[in-house]
């Protein structure tokens, strides 16, 4: 090869990679290489990396004719247990980014270029939860027969696993009494799950992960990102919910939240119950997640409020 490209990595995508070991620091090592094949081999001019990702590099691309599209090219350790590239293929544009060229070796994506994510629009939570409900009945599918995704089961076991241990190795930072209510609901969810009754989920749904369509008539959102979870559609709103403190404090929380989950129900028809479950799972697990990457009072936000929604549920 002539002169090496050089593609400049954002700090965090560096990071992340690193944390990965030994096979993140040969793919920082082997990017410039990979990037300029991709250019060659798909006739494409790539930009700077642009703001968002964390673990993949991202930018604008353009062709030949001048058209612009995004190129992803994934840590092949953020690739583990997630299923991105299939998801985009069964759902060909309808409720997510279209996918238009995939090379599984080089773990890279072309897709098309979306606008704005909805985090970054100034309007209320309620309304951005009518959007992604909205969005996630047009991406719900049913998972494919076949199919290695992770089940509902498979995510609840996994997640009580997860919770116990990092409960454990942060010095016990919430309640007896909220941990124990979560790992119930783990049991709860991994035996309602059912085959039948699965779709093909987002399994991280989430005001970054959504992002509006440029140029078409009235507002349209399509997803980013997917997991990809042969799941209940509950597990997805639940993730909508674990966020959704607005108001949830003080002696109402409780019903405060019990209601955010009402609304959930009221736009998808999805049962209330199982969403509050996996909403309440979540929060413990997004607020552990969050304490062990250093962003403690975040974490703790998170963890507050299941307090809050565990005394009032208990007594």
Not at 79 to 106: N, P, Q, S
Not at 225 to 249: F, S, T
Request: charged content about 25%; proline content about 5%; some cysteine.
């Amino acid at each position: 090869m002539a002169d090496k490209a050089w593609y400049p990595v954002p700090d965090l995508v560096r990071r992340r990679a690193t944390a990965e070991g030994q096979v993140g620091l040969d793919w920082l090592a082997s990017l410039d290489e990979v990037l300029a094949s991709l250019e060659r081999d798909w006739g494409l001019t790539i930009g700077p990396a642009i703001s968002g990702g964390s673990t993949a590099f991202v930018a604008e691309v353009t062709d030949q004719a001048e058209a612009v599209f995004v190129i992803k090219v994934s840590t092949p350790g953020s690739e583990i247990g997630r299923r991105e590239a299939d998801v985009l293929t069964a759902a060909d544009g309808k409720g997510y980014v279209r996918l238009l060229r995939h090379d599984r070796a080089r773990h890279a994506m072309l897709l098309e270029r979306l606008g704005t994510p909805l985090h970054e629009h100034d309007m209320p939570y309620r309304n951005k939860i009518d959007i992604m409900c909205g969005t996630l009945l047009d991406a719900w599918m049913p998972a494919p027969a076949g199919g290695a995704y992770t089940t509902g089961a498979d995510k609840a076991n996994s997640l009580a696993m997860a919770i116990l241990e990092k409960w454990q190795q942060l010095g016990r930072p919430c309640s007896q009494p909220v941990l124990d209510m979560a790992l119930m609901y783990c049991r709860d969810r991994a035996a309602a799950w059912r085959p039948e009754n699965a779709v093909l989920a987002h399994g991280d749904p989430h005001p970054a992960n959504i992002l509006d369509v440029p140029e078409t008539e009235g507002r349209r959102w399509k997803f980013i990102d997917p997991d990809g979870l042969a799941i209940e559609p509950a597990y997805d709103l639940g993730v909508l919910l674990r966020a959704w403190h607005e108001g949830v404090a003080g002696r109402h929380a409780h019903d405060i939240a019990r209601s955010h989950a009402r609304h959930l129900t009221s736009r998808t028809q999805v049962p209330a119950e199982a969403i509050w479950q996996w909403g309440y799972i979540e929060r413990i697990s997004t607020g552990l997640h969050l304490m062990e990457l250093g962003e403690v009072e975040k974490g703790r936000e998170f963890l507050t409020v299941a307090e809050a929604l565990t005394q009032a549920e208990g007594g």
